[in-house]
Nanobody
Framework: QVQLTESGGGLVEAGDSLRITCTASGHTSSSAAMGWFRQAPGKERAFVAAINWAWNDGRTYYADSVKGRFTVSKDNARNRVYLQMNSLKPDDTAIYYC???????????????WGQGTRVTVSS
């Protein structure tokens, strides 16, 4: 089992930056990757970013909509994954979820474990 807890969400203005954190506990060592997804009001959950979890593998993946603005990083020793979000737009408003143990590509939604989410609201 893996427990995931997101933190750091909040209300910001367009153009601001925000960093959200996912803290993991349990059997994380065998997870191939950790992912970030988001669900905007009235929309389906969508892939945002992911990072390979192995200590010596820092490969990252991004959705086209966030490339150049968002950066995913990790701290294996602290079992944390971060999502640094810059140049935020109102369209980034969503609940952001952390996920572990992908059963398919890290960019797919097929993860076994999910956090409860943290809300990010970007005002115009």
């Amino acid at each position: 089992q893996v427990q995931l807890t997101e933190s750091g969400g909040g209300l910001v203005e367009a153009g601001d930056s925000l960093r959200i954190t996912c803290t993991a506990s349990g059997h994380t060592s065998s997870s191939a990757a950790m992912g970030w997804f988001r669900q905007a009001p009235g929309k389906e959950r969508a892939f945002v970013a992911a990072i390979n979890w192995a200590w010596n593998d820092g490969r990252t993946y991004y959705a086209d909509s966030v490339k150049g603005r968002f950066t995913v990083s990790k701290d294996n020793a602290r079992n944390r994954v971060y999502l640094q979000m810059n140049s935020l737009k109102p369209d980034d408003t969503a609940i952001y979820y952390c996920a572990a143990h992908p059963r398919d590509s890290p960019t797919s939604g097929a993860y076994t474990f999910w956090g409860q989410g943290t809300r990010v609201t970007v005002s115009s």
